[in-house]
């Protein structure tokens, strides 16, 4: 069945960048579109952007280009998320999602991200 | 950037009781996608493209709805659905959801 495993919570200063990471299994990842989402308790969902596996090619939310950068490594089907310049804004859970012509079918557990001198 | 807008923000409802939770967007959207999220855990594709229900997914849900008025309803509300679903839009980008309406029982 499809999974898409994240990496474990990250504890960041500052001012540092931190990469996340997504494995995914049970589907075909060389033609699929990888999301990444933001979740912060109260304002609800943001979406970051896509990235197409088979090509790298990105789509971004206007509002995270210059704090995002989404990659892929078609050889372990694995999606990976920069986040730099990490700011107290930043602090979220982060999650990795099979994006399916605009929603979600699948998604990963989600990293929290907690940014702290 | 489509805004959505869900009312209500909470709600409790009793079991066997009907429940209407309600999107409504800021531009005309083709659809609507709903998610279900329990504390703690990733958020769950329920309804996608207004009124097709996810595998799994009780067939006491239906979803419905058109241009900028989308609504999801349980038919007969039970003790598992106690969660927050949250609206989203695949029409246009940016990708925009609602900011969830969490669903409690009485």
């Given at each position: ?52 596996a ?27 998320m ?8 930043d ?7 099979m ?10 557990q ?8 | ?15 066997g ?53 989308y ?15 949250y609206?989203?839009?695949g ?16």
């Amino acid at each position: 069945q499809v999974k898409l495993l994240q990496s474990g919570a990250e504890l960041v200063k500052p001012g540092a960048s931190v990469k996340l990471s997504c494995k995914t299994s049970g589907f075909t990842f060389s033609t699929s579109y990888m999301s990444w989402l933001k979740q912060v308790p109260g304002p609800s969902i943001e979406w970051i952007g896509w990235i197409y596996a088979g090509d790298g090619g990105t789509n971004y939310n206007q509002k995270f280009k210059g704090k995002a950068t989404l990659t892929v490594d078609k050889s372990s089907s694995t999606a990976y998320m920069d986040l730099s310049s990490l700011t107290s804004e930043d602090a979220a859970v982060y999650f990795c999602a099979m994006d399916n012509y605009g929603w979600f079918a699948y998604w990963g557990q989600g990293t929290l991200v907690t940014v702290s001198s | 950037e489509i805004v959505l807008t869900q009312s209500p923000t909470t709600m409790a409802a009793s079991p066997g009781e009907k429940v209407t939770l309600t999107c409504r967007a800021s531009s005309s959207v083709s659809y609507m996608h709903w998610y279900q999220q329990r504390s703690g855990t990733s958020p769950k594709l329920w309804i996608y493209e207004t009124s097709k229900l996810a595998s799994g997914v009780p067939n006491r849900f239906s979803g419905s709805g058109s241009g900028t008025s989308y609504s999801l309803t349980i038919n007969s509300m039970e003790t598992e659905d106690a969660a927050t679903y949250y609206c989203q839009q695949g029409s246009s980008y940016p990708l925009t959801f609602g900011s969830g309406t969490k669903l409690e029982i009485k």
